[in-house]
T-cell receptor, first 114, second 115 residues
Framework: DTGVSQDPRHKITKRGQNVTFRCDPISEHNRLYWYRQTLGQGPEFLTYFQNEAQLEKSRLLSDRFSAERPKGSFSTLEIQRTEQGDSAMYLC????????????FGQGTRLTVV | SQQGEEDPQALSIQEGENATMNCSYKTSINNLQWYRQNSGRGLVHLILIRSNEREKHSGRLRVTLDTSKKSSSLLITASRAADTASYFCATDAAYLSGSARQLTFGSGTQLTVLP
């Protein structure tokens, strides 16, 4: 399978715990995005990488959230001291360079904070 | 924040009918894209229309773009029960630097096609 893969698919954690999600983009895609989606809403932008550089970060992203993309390959999204409001689907997408390219999404990681 | 807003929020039709969804946005764009999402799954790209295009077709899909009104529509012809899903428009903003970065999604239209 050469699509975008995310791991884990589901995560249940207790409030206050840290969680880390992984995204493996399509290998030749230099652009990588993280989104958060809650029930009945569209994906909400969290952060954007071009190669290993984090070029954009949503103002809605608190300092409990951090993302990395070492060597411009896979990416991780960490949430520290999780809160119930963090419960959502976290989606990763990758794209080729260029202004008119489509994004390919992974299946998402569903986080439930109890 | 979500730039695109889809209308209607929910649409229910009979199999064989056409479904039309609309999207409005706020800023200048390089392109507008439509995606489909089945419940609990990732998004799947359907079609991309560039800012200098007015209409585009792909199979049973027809997309129009009116940059003067900052709006787009997605038409699905001869709908099938398998078309039941959420549909989202997404805009690629035209940054001054010329590089497209953030892909911004609307809140989506939930389409239900009844057999």
């Amino acid at each position: 399978d050469t699509g975008v893969s995310q791991d884990p698919r589901h995560k249940i954690t207790k409030r206050g715990q840290n969680v880390t999600f992984r995204c493996d983009p399509i290998s030749e895609h230099n652009r990588l995005y993280w989104y958060r989606q809650t029930l009945g809403q569209g994906p909400e932008f969290l952060t954007y990488f071009q190669n290993e550089a984090q070029l954009e970060k949503s103002r809605l992203l608190s300092d409990r959230f951090s993302a990395e993309r070492p060597k411009g390959s896979f990416s991780t999204l960490e949430i520290q001291r999780t809160e119930q409001g963090d419960s959502a689907m976290y989606l990763c997408a990758s794209r080729l360079r260029g202004p008119n390219t489509e994004a390919f999404f992974g299946q998402g990681t569903r986080l439930t904070v109890v | 924040s979500q730039q695109g807003e889809e209308d209607p929020q929910a649409l229910s039709i009979q199999e064989g009918e056409n479904a039309t969804m609309n999207c409005s946005y706020k800023t200048s764009i390089n392109n507008l894209q439509w995606y489909r999402q089945n419940s609990g799954r990732g998004l799947v790209h359907l079609i991309l229309i560039r800012s200098n295009e007015r209409e585009k077709h792909s199979g049973r899909l027809r997309v129009t773009l009116d940059t003067s009104k900052k709006s787009s529509s997605l038409l699905i012809t001869a709908s099938r029960a398998a078309d039941t899903a959420s549909y989202f428009c997404a805009t690629d903003a035209a940054y001054l630097s010329g590089s497209a970065r953030q892909l911004t999604f609307g809140s989506g239209t939930q389409l239900t096609v009844l057999p």
